[in-house]
T-cell receptor, first 114, second 108 residues
Framework: EPEVTQTPSHQVTQMGQEVILRCVPI?????FYWYRQILGQKVEFLVS????????KSEIFDDQFSVERPDGSNFTLKIRSTKLEDSAMYFC????????????FGSGTRLTVV | KNEVEQSPQNLTAQEGEFITINCSYS?????LHWLQQHPGGGIVSLFM???GKKKHGRLIATINIQEKHSSLHITASHPRDSAVYIC??????????FGKGTKLSVKP
């Protein structure tokens, strides 16, 4: 499976600060997703991104969140003003059209808001 | 009510044992996924199923669409199989709805 690199692997930020999480898929796929996992809880869907537009978002994905694919390669998740409850592991994923297992997940970014 | 329920939540096995993890779901799906999450947090896709059965090495996944149930089996379990195994279903919008996971520990 092609790798999906996420940066940074771990970020500690002050409450109220903006953070940008980055995802760099190797292949040029159309469907991208962001998920998050609060420690000890299940993985939750945040947003899906298709053809450079948001196609679906969850209740979690409020106005503090935004996604972009600024240069056709990197895929970013921005949190404008972080809250303590944003502390979680954030995963990007893409769905390959013909892949037998469907999804490839990034390595994850552990965000800690203090 | 959770849309995806897994059982058991925790499972401890001796090396070599046959392991079964179950998943039931309550929503209409286009596919069901089994994923493996390692202690470091990384998630690896194991299977994507929409019907029948798939096998990869010592792993077997089955799904019964009518009963809305899937099972993941591990034959001849090994300590390196220790991980959290997650069932997730893909809804009509394409995003995944995750179960809480089953934490498997295989003792040597």
């Amino acid at each position: 499976e092609p790798e999906v690199t996420q940066t940074p692997s771990h970020q500690v930020t002050q409450m109220g600060q903006e953070v940008i999480l980055r995802c760099v898929p190797i292949s040029n796929h159309l469907y991208f997703y962001w998920y998050r996992q609060i420690l000890g809880q299940k993985v939750e869907f945040l947003v899906s991104f298709y053809n450079n537009e948001i196609s679906e978002k969850s209740e979690i994905f409020d106005d503090q969140f935004s996604v972009e694919r600024p240069d056709g390669s990197n895929f970013t998740l921005k949190i404008r003003s972080t809250k303590l409850e944003d502390s979680a592991m954030y995963f990007c994923a893409y769905q390959a059209r013909d892949a037998p297992v469907g999804y490839t997940f990034g390595s994850g970014t552990r965000l800690t808001v203090v | 009510k959770n849309e995806v329920e897994q059982s058991p939540q925790n499972l401890t096995a001796q090396e070599g044992e046959f392991i079964t993890i179950n998943c039931s779901y309550s929503v209409g799906i286009s596919a069901l996924h089994w994923l493996q999450q390692h202690p470091g947090g990384g998630i690896v896709s194991l299977f994507m199923l929409s019907s029948g059965k798939k096998k990869h090495g010592r792993l077997i996944a089955t799904i019964n669409i009518q009963e809305k149930h899937s099972s993941l089996h591990i034959t001849a379990s090994h300590p390196r199989d220790s991980a959290v195994y997650i069932c997730a279903v893909r809804g009509s919008q394409g995003n995944l709805i995750f179960g809480k996971g089953t934490k498997l520990s295989v003792k040597p």
